[in-house]
């Protein structure tokens, strides 16, 4: 029986044709996720499951790093707690999963599941915390939240999904704010250092912040058809759940007072961020640092010199192994070029092959998955020029999706602006507002863009708002987004 020859992997729908498909064709074919058999609900491969561990173990130590530890809180949340807080239930109403029995017997209280964990965690918060010797209370969880989507898309969006949420409480508002801000810097820095994803750090608006927080900022990075992406969030709670719960502390003066807290988190969104920043027409671009295989090993073998081409390259694995994350694919039902394109598809940042000439010249080829360009690298220095190489692939990928934003970052001044980019190039919209939520909604009804945050780093772009024309004190970034 000859080597398959054909059934390479199948063409992806083209980006430009229908991106939305281009997305989902990738998911599948690069096996990082299937549909469940529950509407809304993705099964994560392992090849996906293992681009969230890189993810889980690069951020948990950042997590770390801050004083963080992580611990685990139940997946049920009595009804009582959850209407405890109106303005969060509010929020999060038309998403919340209840169950109404236990075995066949009702339930006489209706148990939600979680959307998110401020309720139960306050609860216990309110038990724990008595002293100003207790805070700050640092806390971390790895865990899954549903909400019931009524419009979902693989890792971007569905009814289940993984994330962690950092819960912490303090002693001031300075404290806490320091808090947010800093798990907010933690996000950026993980998201563009990891994940080669550029991101504008800013405040979120009165209108989009998080149902009973304070303040709520947050990581935005532009996708490349156009649309912006909330890729992470942090949130000032003020003392709102403090209060609600009755959590408390006597402080040093004597006096009994309510903490301040925060809470943050990112979601397993980051996957389709990576594939909508990245990838093209050929599948999946992983950066290195999260790539479950960094770099695959492709043996080029006829009958005369199978047995060398193969212990040469099972060396070779033997000697990268230690280093970086490889895998050799010495399947003899396939062809190289069957291999080539498989890996491809699957985002595998380097690739390296070794045939007859090779072995002469005692080389080896690298191909890199983002450029595609070809280098001969002696075996002498090949662990080095591999590590070289991946360091290289980190910041290629950064630099071209920093470029791509760069270029599709616009300046307007007005809304009839606004509306024709929206239109033809979409991409982020830097713009002057005078902090009026009326023309906030006016913005979002006539362009479908919202405003996706009031950045940090402010310029002054002018003095009048991009709708009503009257006096503007805050720069925007506007987009139309996921």
């Known amino acids: 029986m000859g080597k398959k020859d054909n059934g390479y992997v199948k063409e992806i729908t083209s980006k430009d044709e229908d991106f939305s498909q281009w997305y989902i064709d990738i998911i599948l074919k690069a096996e990082l996720a299937d549909y469940a058999p529950i ?62 029995h236990g075995g066949r017997e009702r339930l006489a209280e209706r148990i939600a599941v979680r959307p998110t964990s401020e309720t139960i965690i306050c609860s216990m918060y309110s038990k724990w915390i008595n002293s100003w010797r207790d805070l700050p209370v640092l806390i971390n969880q790895w865990a899954n939240v549903v909400r019931w989507e009524k419009s979902t898309r693989p890792f971007l969006r569905t ?112 996957i389709g961020a990576i594939i909508m920043t990245h990838g093209d027409n050929r599948g999946l671009k992983l950066p290195p640092r999260v790539a479950p295989i960094q770099v695959i090993l492709v043996p080029i073998t006829s009958h005369g010199n199978k047995e060398i081409i193969l212990d040469k390259i099972r060396e070779i694995h033997n000697e990268l192994k230690p280093f970086y994350r490889v895998e050799l694919d010495d399947r003899d039902e396939y062809t190289p070029g069957w291999k080539y394109n498989q890996w491809e598809m699957k985002g595998v940042p380097l690739r390296l092959e070794l045939g007859p000439k090779d072995l002469e010249k005692n080389q080896v080829v690298l191909v890199r998955r983002d450029t595609g360009e070809k280098l001969f690298v002696e075996m002498a220095s090949l662990k080095e020029s591999v590590g070289e190489l991946l360091v290289k692939i980190q910041k290629t990928m950064f630099d071209q999706a920093k470029d791509f934003v760069l270029k599709n970052t616009h300046v307007l001044s007005s ?68």
């Open 39 to 100: 509407k809304g609900c993705m099964v994560i491969r392992p090849y996906g499951f293992s681009i969230w561990e890189n993810i889980q173990k690069l951020l948990d130590k950042r997590f770390k790093e801050t004083g963080h530890s992580n611990a685990y809180f139940p997946l049920f949340i009595p009804e009582r707690l959850l209407q405890k807080e109106a303005e969060h239930v509010e929020g999060f109403a038309p998403e919340v999963a209840w169950v109404t």
């Open 159 to 270: 009814a289940e999904f993984l994330w962690q949420e950092g819960h912490t409480a303090h002693v001031s508002e300075e404290e806490a704010e320091k808090e947010t801000l800093q798990m907010l810097e933690v996000y950026r820095d993980f998201v563009e250092t990891e994940l080669s994803i550029p991101v504008i750090k800013g405040r979120k608006t009165e209108k989009e912040k998080f149902a009973g927080a304070l303040r709520t900022y947050t990581i935005e990075a532009l996708m490349s058809d156009g649309k912006a992406l909330q890729a992470g969030t942090s949130h000032n709670l003020g003392q709102h759940f403090a209060k609600v719960f009755d959590i408390t502390y006597l402080d040093k003066d004597g006096e009994l007072k309510y903490v301040w807290q925060t809470s943050w988190g990112v979601s397993t969104r980051l």
């Open 415 to 482: 809304i009839e602006e606004l509306e024709i980019i929206m239109e033809k190039n979409k991409g982020f919209v830097k713009a002057m507002w005078c902090g009026n939520r009326n023309c906030e909604d006016i913005i979002k009804e006539k362009t479908g863009a919202t405003i996706r945050c009031i950045p940090l780093e402010q310029e002054n772009l002018g003095d009048k708002c991009l709708c009503c024309q009257g006096k503007a004190n805050k720069m925007i970034y506007l987009a139309r987004a996921y």
